[in-house]
């Protein structure tokens, strides 16, 4: 399990606690959100008309100023025009690339001499557009820099969630959930996106497992102008967020097509799980080209956890709910304390067989209801509460990593109802489950 340590003044010690409580980020946010509270009332008061998209712009400018983790929340609220409603995407899908800060980052001494200017800001860094006098051919190239500052605000923004989730695990609803796990794993991705050596070998794994997926495009790392401030990567010239709203419908269909193709190709067949696809990171070119780009929140998959997936997606897609909750039941971790269930081995205690017989059953029905309905039908953020309410209420928890396709597959569902409901998202998954299953190790 990915774990994170953090940095600054919330930093995390062994056995769950913390050192220090972050004292001055939790003044920032009181002070930050306190006066804005009238003025998201405020425009709740606007005519009808104007209310959401005044609320929307007052809620995405607060995360803006709030920085840090809160502006990768609103990033992924985004994706979610299904759930959070048109004006909200549009104010917060502002987040993904066009973040505004008091100061951009410079351009480090070495890059002082190149002619370039910000074109994209995100949670984490600036992106310049150069050209190095030695580039390839005198063309551009893309410069990721780092804020300054960012990566003790985003580690503390983690330390008060893991207060949060201290207390909240209390509860006598969520004793049994793994919270504390939960936010390890999503700690150790947010903090993930500050390494950028990792970064950039991410990419070029990504670059290569999509080279022979039609019509995806991953820009090339630049390793040679790349260190732990700056990334460089080849330039992608035309990327523009209201290219899709431009497209005739089948164009857009086609490029939804060759998104979730990409994105299960990457999980079933190379074990890799990109959990950052926004607006901001995915783009469609006017030639049909699907762009993917930002890669700091991807991970590798256990070859354990992505066979899991791999046969829930095969029962999922055959209609069989016996098949998806043998996959469940293989990723629990354990049973829980002094009740009889389920453990890596198998049943064990005396009602271990009657509860996994209950569970199997509830998990069959609940995907009898769910298998074979194209996107439109099927809401992916529905089905993975109740599966996890099941979960939940028969005390067998998957490892966390089981849950990050699901973050990834989420982001894309949004893409996916807005351009192609009448996907069938399923089904699409079957030929690469397929191969991930043949190809086990």
Avoid at 191 to 216: C, H, K, T
Wanted: aromatic letters at 8%; one cysteine or more.
């Amino acid at each position: 399990m990915t774990s994170w340590n953090g940095m600054s003044d919330g930093t995390r010690e062994g056995g769950g606690g913390w050192r220090r409580f972050p004292v001055r980020r939790c003044v920032r946010v009181v002070l930050l959100c306190v006066p804005a509270v009238p003025r998201i009332a405020v425009a709740a008061l606007a005519p009808d008309g104007r209310r959401p998209a005044r609320v929307a712009g007052e809620i995405a400018g607060l995360l803006e100023r709030l920085g840090g983790a809160f502006v990768k929340a609103g990033q992924l609220l985004a994706t979610r025009v299904d759930l959070v409603g048109e004006p909200f995407a549009t104010a917060l899908g502002r987040l993904h690339d066009d973040v505004r800060f008091d100061a951009a980052p410079p351009l480090p001494e070495r890059f002082r001499d190149w002619t370039a200017r910000p074109v994209a800001g995100g949670s984490v860094a600036v992106v310049y557009r150069a050209w190095p006098p030695d580039g390839p051919d005198g063309a551009p190239v893309a410069l990721k820099v780092k804020r300054p500052g960012v990566a003790s605000e985003i580690a503390d923004d983690l330390a008060l969630l893991g207060r949060v989730a201290r207390v909240a695990a209390r509860l006598p609803g969520l004793r049994r959930v793994p919270l504390t796990e939960i936010l390890d794993e999503l700690g150790g991705l947010l903090l993930a996106q500050l390494d950028f050596r990792a970064e950039a070998e991410n990419l070029a794994r990504l670059r290569d497992a999509l080279a022979d997926e039609p019509g995806v495009l991953v820009p090339a790392p630049l390793p040679e102008w790349s260190d732990d401030e700056v990334i460089a990567m080849e330039y992608v010239p035309g990327l523009d967020r209201r290219t899709p709203a431009n497209l005739p419908p089948e164009a857009r269909r086609a490029r939804a097509t060759t998104l979730v193709r990409a994105v299960y190709r990457l999980l079933f067949v190379d074990g890799l799980v990109h959990v950052d696809l926004h607006h901001g990171n995915v783009y469609f070119l006017p030639d049909g080209t699907v762009v993917l780009l930002d890669a700091g929140l991807v991970r590798r998959f256990s070859a354990r956890a992505r066979h899991g997936f791999a046969e829930f997606f095969g029962g999922m897609v055959r209609g069989d709910g016996g098949a998806c909750a043998d996959a469940l039941l293989a990723t629990v971790r354990g049973g829980a304390p002094g009740v009889p269930g389920v453990g890596f081995d198998g049943v064990r205690g005396a009602g271990g067989a009657r509860d996994v017989a209950v569970f199997r059953r509830e998990v069959a029905d609940l995907v009898a209801r769910n298998s074979g309905a194209t996107a439109g039908e099927f809401r992916l953020s529905a089905f993975c509460l109740r599966l996890f309410d099941l979960q939940r209420r028969h005390r067998l928890y998957a490892e966390p990593e089981f849950a990050f396709p699901m973050l990834s597959l989420l982001a894309v569902e949004g893409t996916v109802r807005r351009d192609h409901p009448g996907m069938d998202f399923q089904l699409e998954a079957a030929p690469y489950a397929l191969e991930g299953l043949l190809g086990r190790p």
